[in-house]
């Protein structure tokens, strides 16, 4: 997850609760603008903004959320870690770049790692580059 | 079609996906083996994605049937 605008952020969500309710193994590894959505503080300050080329869209999507009922994206996320095989990865470069300790990161992330281990959990599975 | 028992009733009518594969899959485990689970839906992917579901578990879809909007699909648990 290298994207951190809630328009990537949401499918993410999805992506890993289904898959994980699925039976498949799912490693989310999040850098970058991804890695700025999963501390504690950004999940306080949610929704995360929308992209920019959509921006007259937010309200409206946020607001049919709401009447959904849908939920959060890291509601998903936690909801896919409680029926499946689900590891949340914080990349440790990012953290650098951005001041960012690993106790500063929410509770569902379950370590903080490299792209080497990121291609080695990705090898042979299907790889999504969001 | 002999009367099948149905050992739980899943109603999530009015969530949309990934909540009804998410709740079946939740579900599943709250049933014995050889047991049936009723899902009862009205998200439009309900059916295609609880039967890719089952497919990918190796659970057993018994009976799925649509009316008025809702979706009905029985599934056995088989493992």
Known sequence: ??????????????????????????????????????TKKALQNQPSPIDKNYEQMGPMMIKKMQEMKYPMWYELIKQAKEIGEVKVYACSTSMEFFGIKREDLADFVDDVVGVTTFLDKAEGGITLFI | MAE????????????????????????????????????????????????????????????????????????????
């Open chain 1, 1 to 38: 997850m290298f994207s951190g605008t809630i328009d990537k952020l949401i499918p993410v969500g999805i992506l890993a609760s289904g898959a994980a309710a699925s039976g498949y193994e799912v490693n989310l590894f999040f850098t970058f603008w991804g890695l700025m959505n999963i």
């Open chain 2, 4 to 79: 099948i028992k149905i050992a739980k009733t899943l109603d999530v009518r009015g969530m949309y996906c990934p909540g009804p594969v998410m709740e079946t899959a939740k579900a599943i485990k709250e049933i014995g083996i050889g047991e049936v689970l009723e899902v009862l839906a009205t998200d439009p992917a309900a059916r295609p994605d609880i039967e890719a579901w089952a497919r990918r578990t190796g659970q057993q879809i018994l009976d799925i049937q649509q009316q008025e909007g809702v979706t009905r699909i029985l599934i056995k648990r088989v493992k």
